[in-house]
């Protein structure tokens, strides 16, 4: 376990649904991100927040809509999604500042689009 | 694109064997990171090297670095079905975007 909690681990919804994705870490991290991962494409970076703001977006469609309460919590609204849009979606966090920082993800939630 | 790119693409040998992944990056660092990823799970962070560094081990992991080539590698050695995952390097921009190639996947055949 790296200590960053993704709920659910898996989901179905309709192209009309809206859903929310949850992730949660306790490491004292101040920064959080949202990737997503599709079949045979690079780990896409969609946002970044780093206490607790935003910082970057990367052209990512309105129909993801991120949430960061506090610096433990982040979301990922859903609506209106795309087939295309099914995929792995992972969560990750890492230290605010250092050189030599990494990122700890969780286990990621699979997202089928129907 | 400031992501990496892995090569191959797709790695098979049988145990024992060493595994032998490379990276390719744009921008310029100030390390470079490897992760590892099972199977539909997240990616666990397995070293780091940094831009003044050539070389790093790990246990039966290497890691070089060249920086004039922006090209890194990754050898895994004594390779083991366990090491079955895929391979990423990644790079950060800006203190705290990490971003990641496609990946080498990477199969041991017991």
């Known amino acids: 376990e790296t200590g960053v909690t993704q709920t659910p681990r898996h989901l179905v919804m309709g192209m009309t649904n809206k859903k929310s994705l949850k992730c949660e870490q306790h490491?004292?991290?101040?920064?959080m991100y949202w990737y997503k991962q599709s079949a045979k494409k690079p780990l896409e970076l969609m946002f970044v927040y780093s206490l607790e703001e935003r910082v970057e977006n990367n052209s990512v469609p309105s129909r993801f809509s991120p949430e960061c309460p506090n610096s433990s919590h982040l979301f990922l609204h859903l609506h209106t999604l795309q087939p295309e849009d099914s995929a792995l979606y992972l969560c990750a966090s890492s230290p605010q500042q250092g050189v030599d920082t990494e990122a700890f993800f969780g286990q990621g939630t699979r997202l089928t689009v129907v | 694109s400031q992501q990496g790119e892995e090569d191959p693409q797709a790695l098979s040998i049988q145990e024992g064997e060493n595994a032998t992944m490379n990276c390719s990056y744009k921008?310029?660092?100030?390390?470079l990171q490897w992760y590892r990823q099972n199977s539909g799970r997240g990616l666990v962070h397995l070293i780091l090297i940094r831009s003044n560094e050539r070389e790093k081990h790990s246990g039966r992991l290497r890691v070089t670095l060249d920086t004039s080539k922006k090209s890194s590698s990754l050898l895994i050695t004594a390779s083991r079905a366990a090491d079955t995952a895929s391979y990423f390097c990644a790079t950060i921009i800006g203190g705290n975007q990490f971003y990641f190639g496609t990946g080498t996947s990477l199969t041991v055949i017991p």
């Open positions: 921008t310029s660092i100030n390390n």
């Open positions: 490491l004292g991290h101040n920064a």
